[in-house]
């Protein structure tokens, strides 16, 4: 039987298929799933920079706006009681209770994009018992004079100040919506970021013609849009210190398997789990273990980076080629691209 | 150690660290300092040796006294703090705690009692009311003073076994705020030594040493027992004057039992307590440094009077000495003080000890913190210079029925030169008063600034005018009156110029601060011409802010206040900019820590974005406009509104003179309409072409502000263009339209109606038939279309259909545009009793909330209609109104029973027929009603006709006639009311079978008093007084009142069920009996965004933690289950109605896994509680009690 076990952020895996930050963990039940289902790692669901500043400027607004207005009444509430956001504190209850219940790491997720309160977060979620801490930096820049260098340097920024506040592992998941996103990422690692994670997903808001109204796009990540990150993974294989983590698109053991082989530490996935149901990822875990047999590898250490692009490699000449090939695959696919306007 | 803060924190400090006990119970102005106590024993503050106090929370101050009593006997140090009403409570145990000679400490912010109406403010009504019950009274100039004499007391009484009362002045010492040193426990253990403390346990009831002390006694013993205690009493002044001479070796600060100031040989002296003693000596300074022979005698110890301190410090010379007493003794040849001075002077005359009996006049000042100010005090000076000096007088107000008042000069100013006064005007929710808390704290950290604020509040809870008074200074400021002449003046929002005379305060050359939301070069243009021109009269410095653009950029819409005290610190030159800035930013992370980074970085935010928005005005030579500030209220006002009220409403109020005012406290009702106050920019506003005409936003507007009418079209002629109508959806009324009018200058913007609206326009899924929108754009028109909707007839009542919601929106409320709180959840309920009722309802409406902004002057808003009836409201007291009410039930029922008994007496004079129909009449349905109301109309105008040679018997039908229709008593008030202080009268009054109907707005806390449990709290919540969650279930008093059999019950929520809270109301109304209703009403206290009271409603009923019940005791006797359950199973978890709470979420961070085990037991409650009703719903009738009242 193949060994799956791996490390990443320095943390022992008994696999590399990890259930990354999805509603499934809301709940002890699901996250004690999720381990029974046999995952190596679970990132628990995201606490969002928005509700809890939200959730603060509400109980803020809430006791002020009736604060010293009143002659009889100049507050209504015991004055030591300044609760802690209600997410906030669902969060390090949801991690402590976590840690308690399964015996695989448990990392917990910050989901933001300022480098206000994360910290403080951070280093609560630590204390809770987390493994490590993946950071979600999920930058929308809707100010379209914001520069690149900007949004870049905020990431550094925010990552700097959380791993100052905390002594376990931390991972930056990324966007893929740089100009240059191989720069950003060797930018992260060597600012210390213990691992990426390739790539955050861009929930695009969606307008509904029927209500006249703007709603949240929400959509489960697909195969097909699992090789942006894994062309990611296999160019920065090599060329970064800490663990690289793929997510994105992961539906079968062999979309894992192709991930490992463009260099990943460890394949991530939440779509595929909520599609099929949580038992998935012992389908995804076992039929990684028959592929790995089926191909004759011992071990998965022996897999990874296979296919990734050689260091000494060209990756200008790796993506163009990748390129060319893939036109001209869609030409033989579907006929020309370019004719059809002419 | 110094410290900044108010005298009650001063006062409890002391008490706290020196008692083993608090009793408590709130009572403005002395909450406080009991909210303080359980908060420091929450934290397990320990007292100085080391014992965390027990603070337990009672249920009235009758209760509390009683505790203290007991605890006493047992041998515990124990204190209370209370003020007013709550003292008059304490009184009779007072005389049994000091007629047994035992030692304790009740700390009073002195407070006016009610008599002709109820005032919160500070006098020495309550403290001179237990004069006579044996407590020594020690009274307190200031709050440094509060906390060195709060240490004084308790040494003393442990020393002398005489109580003690230790008082200050309710609000002026009890909320201001000053530099204090504090005194450090090794100085309170040197003063209190623990063998006094164990003497006073050896005195303790204990089976060890049996004793009986309480006994009953007789004629023989009971007068000679009670002169044993003389001793103990003369020895009182000596011991307490030494214990401040110890006080005094230990901090440098030396107090006297009768402190004398002033001129060396005074040819006059005035004579004062309490914080008013401070101005006579501030002001006596100043006379004597003019060369006046003047001098001010400071009374401290005012029980036992010290008589021969006060002769031996009052000088030889003096030939004329004014006593100021803060209280009033109708009838009373002079107040206490006064005649205590006056028979020490005479005595002491009369043995010699003084060779001229100077001539000693009394004066009354400052009652209800009316103003003392230096002008008032040479007033007095001036009085006894005079060649006759009046005998008795008053100053501070102008008494042109008995003549008594004193003239005084307001300018007169005897300020340090080196202080800065300023001025800050905001309103309620804008955060002035915080951020003046706050500018008071940093400046206060200085060594060498002493700081003083004081904040005056308005009655109304939305929306009302606070004033901070500010002073900063190198000296320690014993100024204990307004500021006037004003260095700095903060006007926080520019509309209050048009209302109130806001420069009235700047001195000359002062520096004016305007927060507007116009560009700077249009801020001048936008300023009425009288305060043009008083900016130009006194060459003030104008600056100006938009501090609402400001803060809404930093993302803190609505809290202007880190900007305006920001602009205050880099315009002031009270500091250097750049260190104020920075002392603002450290306050605002020391504020906001632990409310979150982000809050914190908003603030900061909003200091870095100030500066650049601020900007000088320059000031023109001459006005630019001759526009006038809108009138208070409109030309065509009845009289007493046009000179009385509206003087109130304009903050003029000091200046009406005692001619002007009712005698008895009878005020005109429905002031409130006359009161524009626009305090919201955003206003519910009416879509006619979505509206249902559902009249669910009318039903649940708190504030009355949406009325529906519906009308024929010709009536609609002269409508004001854009008039909005909609064709009437309901059937049979054809050519009929339908409107609903927004009173837009009364729309607090609370937007309850927004949320209760049930449709949508097509493809606008967020906008509602009814939505918020500016009020600016749209106020003219809304003010046409108000006078023209009012010209509109009104629905007949008789052909409404009071069984719906949607009829009900057709009746006039005759409550309406409150002070309450803007979405408050108690007034929806009163105005639908109005709506249906009213015409015929008299109210008695316990203390509390609904007292405030059903009864607070200047204006009021129970009304009446256009026939001139409506609701008759009073307030008699907190504790006693089920009793009130009852009382005005059988008041009713005595003159009813007169009224036909004369009317049988005169069946043939009046006409057969038409007695027969009145004596016969059934009045339940408004037809009815109606049918019953004209045929006293025709009886009384038959009576009239018969005049007076009918004889008595007509006479005396005539004053009675009115109680032929039947009359509708509601007793209203609040769970503290309920649940606590009035449980015993209201269970009196359910159980006496009477028809009183008696509605409980359930907040579930003290709401009026700032949050405090009650017997109504949850478990799990947490409030004041129940800081670490309420550990017990809420009280069912549904349950209690159903055990009674003849009691109408019903439970309702109108936001969960509205078309329940309508039929209970009905019934419970219609119901010959006590009824009581228990509505619930979301609060403020809860912790929750007001604008979703209604769903956390539906929720609380959802979850099953308010379940809908009716017990109706005439379908038992129908044969039926008397006990409906209205609403469904629970439905969802507790969890998701109570983690929308601040109350409860708070326990959730504070102690995790206790609110988790709360919440398990609290959830485990509901299960058992509705399986209890369950079974109730499914009895059969019998197995109720009966109603056993004989009928007929």
């Known amino acids: 039987m193949p060994d799956l076990t791996t490390h990443y952020l320095g943390l022992a895996l008994r696999n590399p298929v990890v259930a990354s930050a999805s509603p499934l963990s809301l709940h002890l039940k699901g996250v004690r799933a999720l381990a029974d289902a046999g995952v190596g790692a679970i990132v628990l669901y995201s606490l969002f920079e928005e509700e809890v500043h939200r959730e603060q400027l509400r109980d803020l607004q809430i006791v002020e706006a009736h604060e010293d207005a009143f002659g009889e009444a100049l507050s209504y509430f015991p004055r030591q009681h300044t609760p802690e956001p209600g997410a906030a504190h669902h969060y390090l209850r949801q991690i402590e209770r976590a840690v308690a219940a399964v015996d695989v790491p448990v990392i917990a997720s910050l989901n933001g994009s300022t480098p206000g309160g994360w910290a403080s977060f951070a280093a609560s979620m630590e204390s809770a018992g987390a493994a490590a801490i993946e950071l979600n930096i999920y930058a929308v820049p809707g100010d379209p004079h914001t520069p690149g260098r900007i949004v870049e340097d905020r990431h550094v920024e925010i990552l700097h100040a959380v791993k100052a506040a905390v002594t376990v592992p931390v991972a930056v998941k990324l966007s893929p919506h740089f100009s240059s996103v191989g720069e950003v990422a060797l930018r992260l690692d060597q600012a210390g970021a213990d691992g990426l994670v390739l790539f955050n997903r861009f929930l695009h808001p969606d307008i509904d013609p029927e209500t006249l109204s703007v709603e949240p796009g929400v959509a489960l990540s697909t195969p097909q849009e699992a090789r942006l990150p894994r062309a990611w993974i296999a160019i920065l294989h090599?060329?970064?210190?800490?663990?690289?983590?793929?997510?994105?698109?992961?539906?079968?053991?062999?979309?894992?398997?192709?991930?490992?082989?463009?260099?990943?530490?460890?394949?991530?996935?939440?779509?595929?789990?909520?599609?099929?149901?949580?038992?998935?990822?012992?389908?995804?875990?076992?039929?990684?273990?028959?592929?790995?047999?089926?191909?004759?590898?011992?071990?998965?250490?022996?897999?990874?980076?296979?296919?990734?692009?050689?260091?000494?490699?060209?990756p200008t000449a790796y993506e163009r080629a990748g390129y060319v090939a893939a036109l001209e695959r869609g030409r033989a696919t579907y006929g020309s691209l370019t004719g059809q306007g002419g | 150690m110094r410290v900044t803060i108010d005298g009650n924190e001063a006062a409890a400090d002391v008490a706290y660290r020196l008692n083993e006990l608090c009793a408590i119970y709130p009572i403005t102005p002395s909450s406080t300092m009991a909210e303080l106590a359980d908060e420091w024993s929450s934290h397990r503050r320990p007292n100085v040796w080391g014992t965390v106090p027990t603070v337990m929370e009672m249920q009235s101050e009758g209760g509390a006294a009683g505790a203290m009593h007991g605890a006493l006997q047992g041998g515990a140090l124990s204190t209370t703090f209370t003020a007013s009403?709550?003292?008059?409570?304490?009184?009779?145990?007072?005389?049994?705690?000091?007629?047994?000679?035992?030692?304790?400490?009740?700390?009073?912010?002195?407070?006016?009692?009610?008599?002709?109406?109820?005032?919160?403010?500070?006098?020495?009504?309550?403290?001179?009311?237990?004069?006579?019950?044996?407590?020594?009274?020690?009274?307190?100039a200031s709050v440094q003073e509060a906390h060195d004499l709060a240490l004084v007391a308790q040494a003393a009484t442990l020393r002398t076994r005489v109580p003690f009362v230790h008082f200050f002045d309710g609000f002026r010492t009890s909320h201001e705020i000053n530099t204090v040193e504090l005194l450090p426990d090794e100085v309170l253990r040197e003063l209190v030594p623990e063998q006094l403390v164990r003497e006073h346990r050896l005195r303790a009831l204990t089976p060890e040493r049996p004793f009986v002390r309480g006994t009953a006694q007789n004629p023989d013993v009971y007068f000679q027992a009670r002169e044993t205690v003389n001793p103990f009493y003369s020895r009182t002044p000596g011991i307490v004057q030494s214990v401040m001479d110890e006080l005094a070796a230990h901090t440098?600060?030396?107090?006297?039992?009768?402190?004398?100031?002033?001129?060396?040989?005074?040819?006059?002296?005035?004579?004062?307590?309490?914080?008013?003693?401070?101005?006579?000596?501030?002001?006596?300074?100043?006379?004597?440094?003019?060369?006046?022979?003047?001098?001010?005698?400071?009374?401290?110890?005012?029980?036992?009077?010290?008589?021969?301190?006060?002769?031996?410090?009052?000088?030889?010379?003096?030939?004329?000495?004014?006593?100021?007493?803060?209280?009033?003794?109708?009838?009373?040849?002079?107040?206490?003080?006064?005649?205590?001075?006056?028979?020490?002077?005479?005595?002491?005359?009369?043995?010699?000890?003084?060779?001229?009996?100077?001539?000693?006049?009394?004066?009354?000042?400052?009652?209800?913190?009316?103003?003392?100010?230096?002008?008032?005090?040479?007033?007095?000076?001036?009085?006894?210079?005079?060649?006759?000096?009046r005998s008795r007088f008053t100053v501070g107000i102008t008494d042109d029925v008995g003549g008594t008042s004193l003239l005084w000069d307001p300018d007169l100013v005897i300020e340090d030169p080196a202080m800065l006064r300023a001025v800050f005007y905001?309103?309620?929710?804008?955060?002035?008063?915080?951020?003046?808390?706050?500018?008071?704290?940093?400046?206060?950290?200085?060594?060498?600034?002493?700081?003083?604020?004081?904040?005056?509040?308005?009655?109304?809870?939305?929306?009302?005018?606070?004033?901070?008074?500010?002073?900063?200074?190198?000296?320690?400021?014993?100024?204990?009156?307004?500021?006037?002449?004003?260095?700095?003046?903060?006007?926080?929002?520019?509309?209050?110029?048009?209302?109130?005379?806001?420069l009235a305060s700047a001195g000359d050359g002062a520096t004016l601060l305007l927060n507007a939301p116009q560009p700077a070069d249009e801020v001048w243009d936008a300023l009425p011409r009288p305060v043009q021109q008083a900016i130009i009269d006194k060459k003030l410095t104008v600056w100006a802010i938009d501090a609402d653009a400001v803060a809404r950029e930093a993302g803190l819409p609505g809290r202007t206040n880190t900007v305006l005290q920001t602009c205050f610190f880099a315009i002031s030159g009270v500091l250097p900019r750049r260190a104020a800035i920075e002392k603002v930013k450290a306050a605002i992370r020391k504020t906001y820590g632990r409310r979150g980074s982000e809050v914190v970085r908003r603030n900061e935010a909003a200091v870095d974005a100030t500066i650049a928005a601020l900007h000088e005005i320059?000031?023109?030579?001459?006005?630019?406009?001759?526009?006038?500030?809108?009138?208070?209220?409109?030309?065509?006002?009845?009289?007493?509104?046009?000179?009385?009220?509206?003087?109130m409403m304009a903050g003029r109020g000091d200046e009406i003179p005692v001619s002007a005012l009712p005698v008895d406290g009878t005020y005109p009702s429905g002031t409130t309409a006359y009161e524009k106050r626009r305090?919201?920019?955003?206003?519910?506003?009416?879509?006619?072409?979505?509206?249902?005409?559902?009249?669910?936003?009318?039903?649940v507007c708190p504030h009355s502000v949406l009325r529906a009418k519906y009308v024929g079209e010709d009536a609609l002629t002269g409508a004001p263009a854009g008039f909005p109508t909609a064709p009437l959806n309901a059937a049979g009324l054809p050519d009929t339209r339908y409107t609903l009018q927004v009173y837009a200058e009364d729309c607090t913007g609370c937007s309850l109606c927004v949320e209760a609206c049930p449709v949508s326009p097509v493809g606008e899924p967020h906008r509602k038939a009814i939505n918020l929108e500016p009020l600016e754009p749209q106020l003219q028109a809304q003010r046409g279309n108000v006078a023209f909707f009012e010209t509109l007839p009104l629905a007949e009542r008789s052909r409404v259909d009071f069984g719906t919601v949607r009829g009900t929106q057709f009746l006039q409320p005759l409550f309406e545009f409150s002070g309450a709180c803007s979405g408050c959840g108690e007034t929806p309920y009163l105005k639908l009793l109005t709506q249906l009722f009213g015409e015929r309802a008299t109210v008695a409406n316990a203390t509390g909330c609904s007292s405030i902004y059903g009864g607070n002057l200047p204006t009021t808003p129970w009304a009446k209609n256009a026939a001139g009836r409506g609701p008759a409201w009073s307030n008699s007291l907190f504790e006693d109104n089920a009793e009130f009410g009852l009382g005005l039930r059988l008041a009713a029922d005595l003159h009813t029973g007169l009224a036909r008994e004369r009317l049988r007496e005169l069946r043939d004079v009046v006409g057969p027929e038409l007695a027969d129909a009145i004596l016969d009449a059934r009045q339940v349905r408004e037809f009815e009603l109606t049918a019953q109301r004209e045929r006293v109309a025709e009886l009384l105008r038959r009576l009239a006709d018969i005049g007076e040679v009918g004889g008595p018997a007509v006479a005396d039908l005539r004053s009675v006639a009115d109680h032929l229709l039947r009359r509708s008593v509601w007793i209203v008030g609040g769970d503290g009311w309920a649940y606590d202080i009035g449980s015993g009268g209201l269970d009196h009054v359910l159980a006496s079978g009477r028809d009183v109907n008696v509605l409980v707005l359930d907040t579930e806390v003290y709401s009026n008093t700032g949050g405090q449990s009650s017997k109504a709290t949850p478990l799990a919540a947490v409030a004041k007084f129940a800081s670490g969650g309420k550990a017990t279930a809420k009280k069912d008093l549904a349950l209690q009142a159903i055990a009674y059999g003849n009691v109408y019950v019903a439970r309702v929520a109108m936001g969960a069920d509205p078309h329940q809270t309508l039929t209970a109301f009905r019934e419970a109304e219609a119901y010959d009996g006590p009824s009581l209703i228990i509505a619930y009403s979301h609060c403020i206290a809860h912790g929750i965004e007001m604008s979703k009271g209604l769903d956390q409603q539906y929720r609380a009923v959802a979850s099953g933690h308010w379940p809908l019940v009716r017990y109706d005791p005439t379908v038992r006797a129908r044969g039926g289950n008397p006990f409906q359950l209205d609403s469904p199973r629970p439905r969802i978890p507790l969890g998701d109605y109570v983690y929308n709470e601040l109350r409860y979420r708070m326990l959730r961070s504070s102690d995790p896994a206790e609110a988790e085990r709360l919440l398990a037991l609290a959830q485990e409650a509901v299960d058992q509680r509705w399986a209890t009703y369950e079974e109730m719903a499914t009895r059969p009738p019998a197995r109720y009690a009966a109603d056993a009242r004989r009928k007929g």
């Open chain 1, 238 to 314: 090599g060329h970064v210190a800490g663990s690289l983590a793929a997510t994105t698109g992961v539906e079968t053991a062999e979309d894992v398997a192709a991930y490992l082989l463009a260099g990943a530490d460890v394949v991530m996935t939440a779509s595929a789990l909520l599609r099929h149901g949580v038992t998935h990822a012992t389908t995804l875990v076992e039929g990684l273990e028959a592929w790995l047999d089926r191909k004759g590898f011992a071990h998965i250490d022996g897999v990874r980076g296979r296919l990734a692009v050689p260091r000494e490699a060209d």
């Open chain 2, 85 to 140: 009403q709550g003292l008059l409570l304490m009184i009779p145990n007072m005389y049994k705690i000091a007629g047994e000679l035992t030692s304790t400490v009740f700390h009073v912010a002195a407070r006016s009692i009610a008599a002709q109406g109820l005032s919160i403010f500070g006098d020495h009504s309550d403290v001179m009311a237990v004069r006579q019950t044996g407590f020594a009274l020690l009274s307190s």
């Open chain 2, 252 to 389: 440098g600060r030396p107090y006297g039992l009768v402190e004398y100031a002033g001129h060396d040989a005074p040819e006059v002296v005035v004579v004062c307590m309490g914080s008013g003693a401070q101005t006579v000596r501030e002001t006596v300074t100043h006379l004597v440094g003019g060369g006046a022979r003047a001098g001010a005698l400071q009374v401290r110890l005012y029980r036992p009077f010290p008589a021969a301190e006060l002769v031996a410090a009052l000088p030889a010379s003096v030939r004329r000495v004014a006593v100021l007493d803060r209280t009033k003794e109708p009838g009373s040849n002079g107040e206490p003080l006064f005649l205590d001075v006056l028979t020490t002077l005479a005595e002491a005359h009369q043995r010699g000890a003084i060779e001229t009996m100077p001539q000693v006049i009394g004066g009354r000042y400052g009652l209800s913190s009316k103003e003392l100010t230096p002008g008032m005090v040479c007033a007095v000076y001036d009085e006894l210079w005079e060649e006759y000096p």
């Open chain 2, 426 to 502: 905001g309103i309620g929710s804008d955060g002035t008063v915080g951020a003046n808390k706050n500018t008071i704290k940093i400046l206060g950290s200085d060594p060498k600034v002493h700081a003083q604020a004081y904040f005056v509040y308005d009655s109304k809870k939305s929306g009302g005018l606070t004033v901070s008074h500010l002073r900063f200074g190198p000296h320690p400021i014993r100024a204990p009156y307004l500021v006037s002449k004003a260095h700095f003046v903060g006007c926080h929002h520019l509309g209050l110029l048009e209302k109130i005379d806001v």
């Open chain 2, 618 to 647: 320059p000031v023109p030579a001459a006005v630019s406009t001759d526009r006038e500030p809108d009138p208070a209220v409109p030309a065509d006002a009845p009289d007493f509104v046009r000179t009385v009220t509206a003087a």
């Open chain 2, 679 to 699: 305090i919201s920019d955003l206003v519910a506003t009416w879509d006619p072409d979505t509206c249902i005409q559902c009249g669910t936003c009318s039903f």
